[in-house]
């Protein structure tokens, strides 16, 4: 069975900090998404990275994929309060369903 | 355009009742997928439907159960209701089979939130 874990999966930070949140597998993924939600809304997709070593930047976030295409990680510099959510990471099995990570959420304190 | 819409928000239900949900996705996207969100178990797949058919399937039982229209609406129900099937059901539309090759773009609806007492 493939299985997104993530981690950490609570963290609370203060408005101008950094953080860094990991994705990780035992298994191969062809290519990795990144998802924000927000109470009371489906998931955003944010970003999809396909090639192993692929470094995508948005604004303040950093989305790397791992070299074995097992990984990845979102960095987001200089928090504010607006990125407060659920972070998902998302990738397509052998058998082509999508599978979520286990979440991160991540609080943002002005 | 408009975005992906789910009916109703919110339910409540007691066991053994069934349910149906309503998903319309967004103008031109054939496929339409339902995902199941609970604190416990996280986002999992439940079904994608395209162009009427059932193309995927989750591991969930056969008390789960959906349709699509010709017009690419979607429709979930769940007979026999069970306490832990009180979650968040969210479906998601996209142009093409979401997951064949995994870099389109799925588009979430805010689910419907259904409470089982």
Request: aromatic share 10%; charged share 15%; proline share 4%.
């Amino acid at each position: 069975t493939q299985l997104l874990e993530q981690s950490p999966q609570f963290l609370s930070i203060q408005e101008g900090e950094n953080l860094t949140v990991y994705c990780n597998s035992s298994s191969v993924f062809s290519s990795l998404q990144w998802y924000r939600q927000e109470p009371g809304e489906g998931p955003v997709l944010l970003v999809t990275v396909v090639t192993g070593g692929e470094v995508k930047k948005l604004k303040r976030l950093t989305f790397q994929f791992g070299d074995a295409r097992k990984d990845s990680s979102l960095h987001i510099t200089a928090a504010q309060p607006g990125d407060t959510g659920l972070y998902l990471c998302a990738g397509v099995s052998g058998t082509y369903k999508y599978i979520f990570g286990t979440g991160t959420r991540l609080k943002v304190l002005a | 355009k408009a975005g992906v819409t789910q009916t109703p928000r919110y339910l409540i239900k007691t066991r053994g009742q069934q349910v149906t949900l309503s998903c319309s996705p967004i103008s031109g996207h054939r496929s339409v997928s339902w995902y199941q969100q609970t604190p416990g178990q996280g986002l999992q797949f439940l079904f994608e439907y395209f162009s009427e058919t059932q193309r995927n399937k989750g591991n969930f039982p056969g008390r789960f159960s959906g349709r699509q229209f010709s017009n690419s609406r979607s429709e979930m129900n769940v007979s026999t209701l069970e306490l832990g099937d009180s979650a968040l059901y969210l479906c998601a539309s996209s142009l093409g089979l979401a997951a064949l090759r995994g870099t389109d773009t799925q588009y979430f609806g805010p689910g419907t939130r259904l409470t089982v007492l």
